[in-house]
T-cell receptor
């Protein structure tokens, strides 16, 4: 069975501080992982996917198969980064996403 | 067509009543997904369609839940004999066939009294 774990429900940092949102997964196949973000009063939207290996809004995430992790990082947090962040694992067989429980990031001025 | 739309946005019902939600996907997307999200949790997959075919429905929570996509365009999710535990946000998403990025709608928030 596949599973995604986000151990922190809430992460609070000051503006300009580094941010790391943790995500661990379990999956028997080759994982395809995503980070989704939900800003206040907005819909869930894709932030980044591990295959693209790109930086979006200053965020990056590296897939570590040895540690089965896909942590989201940003070197300098901004107030507009405050949102709910969900890590998700794509299951090719079922064409479905398995989401973690989410982490609320609060960036204080 | 600027994105996935869902109707209604909010639904309050009494226990035992039936409810139906509608989802309109992005027009060129032939895959459509339903998820449920309870408070403090991430979205939980329920079912998905490719065109009008429902290809995965084993994750529907009980036989009170059913979904249709009769013409391969919009979809409906019905919950019969609602229970208080059905109170949640019901999310719809769509994607291109073969595409892994799913685009989400705003959700329908169901409250069962």
């Amino acid at each position: 069975a596949q599973r995604v774990t986000q151990p922190e429900k809430l992460l609070s940092v000051f503006k300009g501080a580094p941010v790391e949102l943790k995500c661990n997964y379990s999956y028997s196949g080759s994982p395809e992982l995503f980070w989704y973000v939900q800003y206040s009063r907005q819909r869930l939207q894709l932030l980044l996917r591990h295959i693209s290996r790109e930086s979006i809004k200053g965020f990056t995430a590296d897939l570590n198969k040895g540690e089965t992790s896909f942590h989201l990082k940003k070197p300098f947090a901004q107030e507009e980064d405050s949102a709910m962040y969900y890590c998700a694992l794509y299951n090719n067989a079922g064409n479905m996403l398995t989401f973690g429980g989410g982490t609320r990031l609060m960036v204080k001025p | 067509d600027t994105g996935v739309s869902q109707d209604p946005r909010h639904k309050i019902t009494k226990r035992g009543q039936n409810v139906t939600f509608r989802c309109d996907p992005i027009s060129e997307h032939n895959r459509l997904y339903w998820y449920r999200q309870t408070l403090g949790q991430g979205p939980e997959f329920l079912t998905y369609f490719q065109n009008e075919a429902q290809l995965e429905k084993s994750r529907l929570l009980s036989d009170r839940f059913s979904a249709e996509r009769p013409k391969g365009s919009f979809s409906t999710l019905e919950i019969q004999r609602t229970e208080q535990g059905d109170s949640a946000m019901y999310l719809c998403a769509s994607s291109l066939a073969g595409g892994v990025e799913q685009f989400f709608g705003p959700g329908t928030r169901l409250t069962v009294l």
